[in-house]
């Protein structure tokens, strides 16, 4: 017995020790797989370059879009024992989250010490911010209000032009319905898609200004704006194919990519999965942002913040430091098929749909992604989530935008 | 109440085991007829055919005049009664018994009225609101029974439904059943192993070996005049001495003759042993027809023969010895007043005029 | 006397262990749950800030408000009468047919209960690959697909993507029942197959010649005889229907207007996507209290049994 608790205590010592007085660097996320993790662990190689002596424990969680690890994070931020700098979608996730309760540090000093501050752009700067202090550093920025379509379908129905207003979409649509294709591909078994594309659907017809004023308090959510949103998606349901509760996002590309459907509304990291089913961008598929939009970009990002309490504060200042430079966020992002944060990236890195994306995202106006996270709270999303699913089925408009108004009022946001 | 014939029924199994060979014999009306022999012999299967419950391979089942192989037990108006009395565990006593009645659809007074009048017969009528777990092996064998005589059918099945019981339960509830079967004027086949039930309750018994009727008989000619060496051996306890000896002819007619054994034949059968003399062949006599010669007092001539003792088994109201004959055994069953103890010689009286002969190759029997 | 004092304590001490872990992670944590209910823990803030306000049944009412809790209850009842009643009524369908000796019937026993061997969440998956409907008549999916084949186009459907619904019952949890049934029925199988075997033959045997046929011998007999396995069999399949997850999870999600959606799905969403830990409790304790009514009535005659006996 007294051998056996010496033999505890000496493990135990022997793990404190490691744990407590090493160089490490802890780094939570959910990259495991895929184009996401060979660009974190390139981002790692190159990190050991200038700081050989720091051990990196790469604390990944699996599980799709984040939702484990986002449960995981929970536990360990409630219970006190947070990463150094752990992975967060840029906005609302992080500020309810972790910013509110007074769990983050705020990073607006040293970005400006570093002198990347104004590398950013404003937008994006605003939207990683709570009451005018910046709380974690993007590293790769995705488009959600693309339209990718089908090169050879689009060309056999005789469609020459790139629809910009609903009515040009409409009229593609009803081309593709006539010839036998599915118009427009969704798969909404998680929930998520049909919100993805409502959200689009709304900055087409708030505005990218207005859409940033619903959740700033400046715009009501009970706008006329919010009506026509709701009678839009409704004109979109004869469109999809029949079976789209049954699929997912993948599912749905796999529709456009086998021929069977014109069009496909989805964030550009559908981009990297039509090229990895072999498609040549701008080749085989097409893309346009989606009709009413093409003045904004959808914002959804992966970012890093500093939690309070950090065990190794001074390494995670050095990864903060280091994934804000143009080096790391030019190694990292070709890798995954997203472009920079950062402005001045070097574009020749990038294949051509990034390179478009990389110029609209210099020039228009930047929006948050109510649906990824960056624009309202989970308990929000979650509401909207349900809503939309049920205005699917019963198409009753004033049912919907009562659950909205209500799911608004919860989180603060104007309803007058 | 019916008569119940068999003719050349044959069951083979499947798997090709032959159980019941050409078996042909008739039940009589109101006879209680008892179907006998050791566990396997085939009596089961042939009670089990009776009752429709095993498919006939061969042969011809008749009831009451009508052939019925292809007739479905419960159209064949026949009671089972089975060794483990299957009673339906749900049920209470007395839906045991008015099972079969409300299937037939009877009346519900009737059904009524004949339930408790077999309850009062069996004396079970205070245990018509239990289930089969709240009674005794007794009282589970009497339901069984009452399930069986509510029916009033043609032909009642027995199939060893004494044997799940104590010894002297088993004794009370023998002669039970033999005072029903008085009462009821039935018709009845019961099977059992033990030779004591067959002898005490049948008017016919039949005995069976390897699927094969060995005798047919009422208990008097079976135990006096079996027909073969199993038969006799089977029937009695203790069983029937055998003997390997030799018919010889000498001193004023024939003789068995053995080491240390030479008794003369009563000369009644001396014509029936002609042919079997100097050859081998095999002496039966039963031990109870065995005597200590030193307190016996009737007359007798040239029937003793002397032995050693090696076992005295007193037993009460009599006494066996195991007795050794140069080479061979012998027990008699005599009187308790007898001397003779282990080791010591002892001259037993044969009465020959019961003694049996069977053919050594064929076992039947001779005399 | 010492030594029956000694083993006692002895065996006290081992359950020690597994009873203070039980205590803590079942018991404490059930107590737990329901005091969470009771709270306006709704966001992750307050759940981190540990200030408890008493909400009283604030929760509660909100959720029994919540359409889409409204719909899960119907969904739960609908699933749970029919998976019941499906799954024993295949299970006791295949066990007779194994019972009555049909040729091969131990390869068909092992077939029937292998699905039981498989998670809910490669039944759902596999499931949801069948049912998909695709863009039927043209581009059909799964049983589409073979219907297209059979030349039988009018079979075609929606399956669990359907929003049709009679009354309160959503045709779309047809497909999810299906696939519930197919994984649980051969263990009901299984456990009637065991039933049957335990039946005396004589049993059977003396109702025949009481006058009885088969089907009056299967109703009267043979059902009353395996009454406690169809007890047994109906608390496992109850309990299992009430807190089913994995399954709808992996094969629907909540469907169309939540036609598939049940309690364990929302109180997940609730809890690990909202961030309305209060909430979710909540409906963690509708559903304790749910397995709860079918569980208590078995144990209690289950413990009165065992000690009359």
Redesign the interface.
Known sequence: MKRFVFGLIAILLVVSSVFAASNDLEIFSWWTGGGEEEGLLALFAKFNQYYPNINIINAAVAGGAGTNAKAVLKTRMLGGNPPDSFQVHAGMELTDTYVIPGLMEPLTNYLKEWGVYDKFPKDVMKIVSYQGEVYSIPVNVHRGNVVFYNKKIFKKLGLTKEPTTWAEFFAAMKKAQEAGYIPLALGDKNKWTLTHLFENIMLSMFGPEDYKGLFDGKVSFNSPEMELSLVLLERLIPYFNRDHSALTWQDAGRLVFEGKALFNVMGDWEEGYFKTLGWKPGEDFGWFAVPGTSDAFMFISDTFGLPKNAPHRENALKWLKFIATKEAQDIFNPIKGSIPARIDADKSKYDVYLTWSMNDFATVAVVPSIIHGSAAPEGFVTSLNDTLNRFLVKKNISNALRDIMWAAEDQGYLTE | MAQVVLENIDKIYPNGFHAVKNASFTIEDKEFCVLLGPSGCGKTTTLRMI???EEISKGTLKIDGKVVNDV???DRD???V???Y?????MTVYDNMA??LK??KFPKEEIDQRVKNAAKILDIAHLLDRKPKQLSGGQRQRVAVG?AIV?DPKVFLFDEPLSNLDAKLRVQMRSELKKLHHRLDATIVYVTHDQVEAMTMADKIVIMKDGVIQQIGSPYDVYFKPKNKFVAGFIGTPPMNFLEAKVVKGDGGLWISAEDLKVKIPKEFEEKLESYIDKDIIFGIRPENIHDKSIYKGEHTNDVVKGKVDVAEPLGSETLLHVTLGGQYLVAKVDPTTTAREGTEVELILEMETMHVFDKETELAVI | MSVQKNKSRMGFIIILPSLILIGIFVYYFIFWTIRTSFSNWNSFSSLLRGVYKYVGFRNYERIFMDPRFQTDLWNTLFFTLFFILGSVGLGLFLANLIDKGIKGSRFFQNLFLFPMAISFVVTGTVWSWIFAPGNFPNDPQGLNLLFKKLGLEKLQWMWYTSSESIGHFNLALIAVIIAAVWQMSGYIMAMYLAGLKAI?E??L?????????ER?IFWK?KM??L?PITLSAMIVLGHVSLKIFDLIYAMTGSGPNNVTDVPAIYMFELTFRSNKYAMGSAISVIMLLMVAVIIIPYLYSSLRRGVSS
């Open positions: 009752a429709g419950l479905e037990p419960k026949i009671a089972f089975f060794q483990n299957a009673l339906y565990p749900h099972f079969g299937l037939r399930r029916r | 005396p004589e049993i045997e003396a109702a025949r010649v009481d006058g009885a046929n009056y007999i009353p005889l009454k």
